[in-house]
């Protein structure tokens, strides 16, 4: 019988997780300058520690694949070190953590990473790019040669060695929301006449390559991947979703990896349940609880038990985790969960609106004083 209960224990790969929560990958712009992960995130991620698995914001495996300001990187000692403070801190809460992998592609900036950003084909995003002096209109990316594609597969491998040697559990390859692999993915952003453009076969080669150099640096029981059907952001339009994912799905299948994350599942899409059909192990789902609209005030909870009842192993929710440490004993309990507060503190600096959403047992602490309170028990 389906298990719809989202407070019983899951697994992906070997790991056992406590309840089938997960925390979404949810960048916010707190690192330092140089993408060293910060005492702060090391606070907030802890808070959340009872998540069933933390997927870790998306974080850089080189530095021309860095998207927007103070995004944290996995390609330097500072990186591996800052991380391994985050990781120390969930774990002393009983917590674990994948680390999402983004490379931004065409998603990124001179002023943000200081390089000209790299793409399958020399076609810009078609909108502003958030910079340290506001957005600013996107410049057009360099199309990689066939030698920078094989460099750029193996700094993927070497982030992952840099995720493990950094206390994590495994590592998530960002291959949805507009990103490097999903740029190769669609075809409005992929006019390569080489061996990866053009066919299915070729455009799914991308992802399928870097997948496989995860697996072969750290093992396919600590490699996921998250993929986004016929999602539009940052510019992508697919115009062969369901042939395209049902190939890309049935070659990840092959590789036997840890999990599947689907971004905006949909019980009601014939290709929810053809994806479910061809994965082998875990499929994380993640609902679509609208954009630009308040949050359900179940926090998804409703949205998360149809998920399960249509075959999914685990639930990530983004939005909901970050306004709620605790949201797992809040759904528990059915408790009443904190509002989201103003979409600019998502991606600013500091502990507002990061730190000091309030947990059931705690009053609201902000600020300086939030820092260090939380830093005694996050260390
Ligand atoms: C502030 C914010 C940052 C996000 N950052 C990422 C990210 O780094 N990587 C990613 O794959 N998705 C990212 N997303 C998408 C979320 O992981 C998730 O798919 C989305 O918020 C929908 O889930 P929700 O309705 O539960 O929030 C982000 C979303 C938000 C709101």
Known sequence: ???????????????????????????????????????????????????????????????????YPNIPGIHTDSHIAGWRRVTDAVRARGGRMFLQLQHGGRVGHPDNSGLIPVAPSAIALPEPIHTPSGPQPAV??????????????????TAARNAVAAGFEGVEIHSANGHL??????????????AYGGSIDNRIRL???????????????????????????????????????????????????????????DPENPLYHRIRQLWPTALIANP???WGVPLPADGGRAAAEALLAAGADLVSLGRSFLANPDLVERLKIGAPLNPLRDEPLMYVGGPEGYIDYP???????????AVHALSSTAA
Do not use: K
Not at 141 to 157: G, K, N, V
Not at 362 to 368: E, M, V
């Open 1 to 67: 019988m389906t298990n719809t209960d989202l407070f019983t224990t899951g697994r992906i790969g070997t790991l056992e997780l406590p309840n089938r929560l997960v925390m979404a990958p949810l960048t916010r712009n707190r690192a330092e300058a140089d993408g060293t992960p910060s005492e702060l995130m090391a606070i907030q991620y802890a808070q959340r520690a009872t998540a069933g698995l933390i997927i870790a914001e998306g974080t850089t495996p080189n530095p021309v694949g860095q998207t």
């Open 140 to 157: 057009t990316p360099r199309a990689l040669s066939l030698a920078e594609i094989q460099d750029t597969i193996a700094d993927y491998a």
């Open 181 to 194: 692999p999903h740029q190769f993915l669609a075809g409005n952003t992929n006019r390569r006449t080489d």
């Open 207 to 265: 992802t399928l390559e870097v997948v496989d150099a995860a697996i072969a640096a750290i093992g396919a029981d600590r490699v996921g991947i998250r993929i986004a059907p016929g999602v539009t952001v940052n510019g992508i339009a697919e115009d062969d979703t369901d042939e395209l994912y049902a190939a890309l799905v049935a070659a990840l299948a092959e590789r036997d990896p840890a999990y599947l994350h689907l971004v905006f599942a």
């Open 288 to 290: 679509n609880l609208g």
């Open 359 to 369: 947990t059931l047992d705690t009053a609201t602490i902000s600020g300086p004083a």
